[in-house]
Every structure is written in C-alpha cells, then in structure tokens.
C-alpha cells in the first residue's frame, strides 16, 4: 500500500540557518506533490506544489525538490525565522481528487 | 472574507449524543471534503464530496453521515457519539483539474471532546 513517512521527529534549528524537510514515499508514482503549513489549532495552508517534470519550485524562501529515482521530495526554508515555526505536511494526491497527507514535521526555529 | 468556515469551533458532549459541524466554502469549488485529525495529529480523509454528489467514503462508521445540501455546503452530522471520536474534524474545499491540481483550502477546523 502507498506510504507517506516525514521526519517524525521534531526539527530544532537557529534562525537563519535553512531548514531541510524530508518526505519519501513508497509503493506510489505520483504525479505532483503539494506541501502544507499547520499551525497549532489551525487547518493546513498550502505552500507549494511540485509536479513531477519538475526538479525544482521556488516561492521567496521555500524551494521544494522532486526526485522520481529515489521517491523523495525535500522541502527547504532558506533564512529561517522563529515565525516558520510550524509543522509542514506532504501531500501526494491520492485517489478521486483527494491527496493522502503525511504526519507531518514539526519545525522549531529559536532566535 | 473567510474562504472556507466551520462551524462550531469547539464541541464538547457527552458519549451517546448526536452532533452536527456545518462547513460553507464561498470559493466557487466544486469539490468539499472531511477530515479527522487524531491526537496524532495524522490527518486522515473521512469524505469527499463533488457537485453534492458522495465520491469517497473511507470506511468511517455509518453514525457519520455527510450531507451536501448544495456544493457550497458540507455538513456532518455523527449519531452516539463514543469516546473515540474525539478529534479535530476539518472541512476543506478544492477545484479539481489540472490547473488547479486539488490544490486544498482547509476550515479551520472543529475540536470534539466526547466525555
């Protein structure tokens, strides 16, 4: 069955360093990759959204990557801030219009 | 203007009584869904939802029942509650397509606390 996994462990950085967010995926091909922002009591926000002809997105500091061989999507926040504090979702689609969310990683950035 | 909104924001019941969250998305979507975020925080597909019409149902009891009224609207209504629904249940909304690539727009979600 397919399989979403995202660090599951809490990611601590210091502000300005770049985050590097991990999602792999197995048993799965798809043909995009979305990934979201949840803060705490809110829903997800998306961010991006990479198709899978596509090495690379960039929006201000955030640049997604796509690898087809090794089934991975790396998410990265350049110049962090405490304010990018939150968990960052990767989201394949999944069947009949829908995307099958991972876990999740949470990001905290300390001034 | 919220794009997407559910209502109530926080629940709190007793086990055995029945409950409604509504959901209204003024985003002209065609497609509405629910999510249950456990306290694992996994955000799962319950429902979904196009033109009123039921696409999905992802082995969720039957005492969940969506009803889709219009497709601007998705509510849900759960029959005897028990201590296990306990979650965070989002609405969200999405133009499917290739443009548009079910790109989500999520409520704000509704917190149930069955006691």
């Known amino acids: 069955s397919q399989k979403i996994e995202q660090n599951s462990e809490a990611l601590n950085i210091q502000e300005g360093k770049t985050a590097t967010l991990t999602c792999n995926y197995t048993?799965?091909?798809?043909?995009?990759l979305q990934w979201y922002r949840q803060d705490p009591g809110r829903g997800p926000v998306f961010l991006l959204l990479i198709r899978e002809n596509e090495k690379e997105k960039r929006k201000e500091r955030l640049k997604v990557t796509f690898d087809t061989t090794l089934k991975q999507s790396l998410f990265h926040i350049t110049a962090s801030q405490p304010a990018d504090s939150a968990t960052y979702l990767c989201a394949p689609p999944g069947g009949y219009s829908t995307l099958t969310f991972g876990k999740g990683t949470m990001l905290l950035v300390s001034p | 203007d919220t794009a997407v909104s559910q209502t109530p924001k926080y629940l709190v019941t007793q086990m055995g009584n029945d409950k409604s969250i509504k959901c209204e998305q003024n985003?002209?979507?065609?497609?509405m869904y629910w999510y249950k975020q456990d306290s694992k925080k996994f955000l799962k597909i319950m429902f979904s939802?196009?033109?009123?019409?039921?696409?999905i149902n992802e082995t969720v009891p039957n005492r969940f029942s969506p009803k889709s009224p219009d497709k601007a609207h998705l509510n849900l209504h759960i029959n005897s509650l028990e201590l296990g629904d306990s979650a965070v249940y989002f609405c969200?909304?999405?133009?499917?397509?290739?443009?548009?690539?079910?790109?989500?727009?999520f409520g704000a979600g509704t917190r149930l606390s069955v006691l």
């Open positions: 969200a909304s999405s133009q499917p397509g290739e443009i548009a690539k079910n790109i989500q727009y």
């Open positions: 939802y196009n033109n009123k019409e039921l696409i």
């Open positions: 048993n799965y091909s798809p043909a995009y």
């Open positions: 985003l002209g979507h065609d497609t």
